[in-house]
């Protein structure tokens, strides 16, 4: 049973923008930290983004220094939802983008060390130059 579903992912040109989605299922969304990673061919999967639950720094966000100002991430507990919206996209932002999720604490730690309990499939975003 998949828990983390992306959809969003597609072909933008340069200076485009898409919005990526993550639906979760079988867990207490809330309480959980949600974030996005990519992995670009013939490159090491990375931390691009991640937002607290409501435990703790409720709604906090993390974000890696590459996608400031460019990319943001939000959710919505009501829909079990965490979207990543990419604006001024690169073509080096073309990767396969993960979602995951997790309830340990120790946020954003938790992200930036990879130790996450659950990983979506992921969902191909492409920019064309």
């Known amino acids: 049973q998949e828990l983390l579903v992306e959809s969003g992912g597609g072909l933008v040109q340069a200076g485009g923008s898409l919005r990526l989605s993550c639906v979760a299922s079988?867990?207490?969304?809330?309480?959980?930290?949600m974030g996005w990673f990519r992995q670009a061919p013939g490159k090491e999967r990375e931390f691009v983004a991640a937002?607290?639950?409501?435990?703790?720094?409720?709604?906090?966000?993390y974000y890696a220094d590459f996608v400031k100002g460019r990319f943001t991430i939000s959710r919505d507990n009501a829909k079990n939802t965490v979207y990543l919206q990419m604006s001024s996209l690169k073509p080096e932002d073309t990767a396969v983008y993960y979602c995951?999720?997790?309830?340990?604490?120790?946020?954003?730690?938790?992200?930036?060390?990879?130790?996450?309990?659950?990983w979506g499939k992921g969902t191909l975003v492409t920019v064309s130059s």
């Open positions: 079988t867990f207490t969304f809330r309480t959980y930290s």
């Open positions: 995951a999720s997790d309830n340990s604490g120790g946020f954003p730690r938790n992200f930036l060390d990879y130790e996450l309990r659950y």
């Open positions: 937002i607290n639950g409501i435990i703790g720094l409720r709604g906090a966000t």
